[in-house]
């Protein structure tokens, strides 16, 4: 397995708990890229651990809102992992600052092939937890692969849907979606002619004054000592520009009522993206007969990113009962 150099220094944008061990870890995903992870395990427990993989928000690093909750999430019980997704973070993958849904579905599913060989790790017991537009990755996942027993979605994007259709499916067209097409295949011309690709840019800065007020929430999360990490997608250069190639030519969640384990959405109700949480629920127990193991959790009065690093707001007696139950 390929070698990293894995900062081994503490440099999350949260504070480490005296209540777990936490350590790097690497494993390898079907495409052969090397995935960096944090682990947490919680410093007290006896026998066979449950354990949760955790990733998101899309174009962030498991410096940020993944490993907070994957380090809360051990502190009550489980041992856990955050991991970069392919061609970020620490992970490895060429060109960097890429993406696609079917490598960061295997990445998920890489992750559960990591915890079901762990010798202090419950292979009957694993879990996944995503966030944001790891979120509906996580939904994906869960599509296809059956050891996952419980499945929490947070503050979920559909990043098929939102490359698709624009926010609020306002783009939802074949001429927006053409042009969208257009600029996107010129600009690999341009790339490869340059023999680099040029990045998209992260969250905007500086923050226009009639900025939405998603995009003041994004600011204030990725931009500002809260949440800012040198190697976050978001909160620096963002993706490249022609990353969105295959989610502009992909739907996720077509198989979502098939899913038999247990799937929990979360999302605050004051959230610019509820509705992706909200259609995902409704799609999924649509002529679905697995649909007693399936719930919608709706935070009143919060938004998007509350539920990346808020500990008041985020759920995570019911996240914990959920999985409990459902393990």
């Known amino acids: 397995m390929e070698k990293l150099n894995l900062v081994q220094a503490w440099d999350k944008v949260f504070p480490l708990s005296e209540k777990v061990n936490h350590q790097k870890v690497t494993f390898k995903n079907h495409f052969g890229i090397t995935l960096a992870a944090d682990m947490y395990e919680p410093k007290e427990h006896e026998g066979k651990l449950p354990a949760i993989a955790v990733c998101g928000p899309f174009g962030a690093v498991k410096e940020q809102s993944s490993g907070l909750y994957a380090q809360e999430m051990a502190e009550r019980g489980f041992l856990t992992i955050a991991f970069d997704p392919s061609f970020t973070g620490e992970s490895t993958g060429e ?13 998920f599913q890489s992750a559960v092939d990591y915890l079901s060989n762990l010798d202090n790790v419950d292979s009957e017991k694993i879990s996944i937890i995503g966030i944001c537009g790891w979120g509906g990755m996580a939904l994906q996942t869960a599509c296809i692969d059956t050891r996952i027993k419980a499945t929490i979605v947070s503050t979920m994007y559909d990043m098929s849907r939102v490359s698709g259709n624009g926010y609020f499916d306002s783009e939802n067209s074949e001429e927006a979606r053409y042009h969208q097409r257009v600029a996107i295949n010129n600009q690999r011309t341009v790339d490869f002619k340059n023999g680099e690709y040029k990045l998209g840019g992260g969250v905007v800065d500086p923050l226009p004054e009639d900025a939405p007020q998603f995009v003041k929430d994004y600011y204030a999360y ?21 990353a969105g190639t295959s989610l502009l030519n992909t739907r996720l969640l077509y198989y979502s009522n098939e899913i038999r384990n247990a799937v929990l959405i979360v999302h605050g109700d004051k959230a610019h993206s509820y509705y992706f949480g909200k259609d995902a629920y409704e799609n999924m127990i649509k002529d679905s007969k697995y649909k007693d ?34 393990i």
């Open 222 to 242: 990725y931009k500002t000592s809260r949440g800012y990490h040198e190697r976050s997608l978001n909160s620096n250069g963002g993706w490249n520009v022609t």
């Open 95 to 107: 060109p960097r600052y890429m993406n696609s849904p079917d490598i960061n579905v295997e990445d």
């Open 293 to 326: 193991n399936k719930e919608f959790l709706s935070i009143e009065g919060a938004s998007h990113c509350d539920l990346y690093d808020q500990k008041n707001i985020i759920p995570f007696d019911k996240i914990e009962e959920f999985i409990r139950k459902n």
